[in-house]
């Protein structure tokens, strides 16, 4: 225990720094996954096979690829492709975004589908537009189950983004790796890392529980009313 505590104070300054750039990496590629899978989303709720096919050829792929080979090729493939140098940063916000978008496209097509389908024959009835419905009933009434979800996914990617250590990124598992080889400790760094990704993960499902009792709660005193 002394020596696991004097690695933290030593190289407080390298766990702190991995902490942040792993909550920026996951904070910037979950808002813009979001945004890229409510499009997915809606290709694969459309009634154009073509469009509905790409959406899920590009579901499968992401689901059926490791995030790891995606950062790869993102940030080898970009100077391939292109001759240009992008930072391990943006390449891996670039690579977890695209892969987020997969899963937070299933999870609104999901929560979309949920939603109990009289609302769209009554909503169809008061002579609404399908883009109407969806934006002032459907979306609504989905985004209570929408947004536990995406809380579930931030926390997966707090821990899936240790791969981006791969090409360098200096987050929280590459500063466990800069410790362990400047310590010559091969071990307790990885207790420590281990543990501070329990306590990110941990303190995120509470509040993700804490939002979804207050969502049941809202649910149980609308129907009460």
């Given amino acids: 225990m002394p020596k696991i505590i004097s690695l933290i104070v030593d190289y407080r300054q390298y766990y702190l720094q991995g902490i942040r750039i792993t909550l920026e990496l996951c904070f910037v590629s979950l808002a813009l996954g979001s945004m890229l899978g409510s499009v997915i989303s809606m290709m694969k709720l459309s009634k154009h096979k073509i469009i509905r096919f790409i959406a899920s050829a590009y579901i499968e792929l992401v689901r059926g690829t ?47 589908q949920s939603v109990d389908k009289g609302q769209w024959e009554a909503a169809k009835s008061l002579g609404l537009t399908q883009s109407q419905t969806m ?55 990885l207790l420590i890392v281990a543990f501070t990704y329990f306590c990110l993960t941990f303190s995120i499902s509470k509040l993700v529980g804490l939002f979804e009792k207050k969502l049941s709660y809202t649910n149980k005193t609308e129907l009460a009313n």
């Fill in 135 to 189: 934006r002032t009933i459907i979306f609504p009434q989905a985004i209570k189950n929408i947004l536990p979800a995406l809380g579930n996914e931030f926390v997966t990617l707090i821990k899936e983004t240790s791969v981006a250590s791969t090409i360098g990124l200096a987050e929280l598992m590459q500063a466990t790796n800069v410790v362990r080889s400047t310590s010559f400790d091969a071990f307790n760094p």
């Fill in 66 to 112: 490791p995030m790891m080979v995606q950062i790869a090729i993102v940030y080898f493939g970009s100077y391939a492709l292109t001759g240009i140098n992008i930072s391990a940063f943006l390449a891996s916000v670039i690579a977890v975004s695209l892969n987020s978008a997969a899963y937070v496209a299933e999870i609104i097509r999901s929560g979309i």
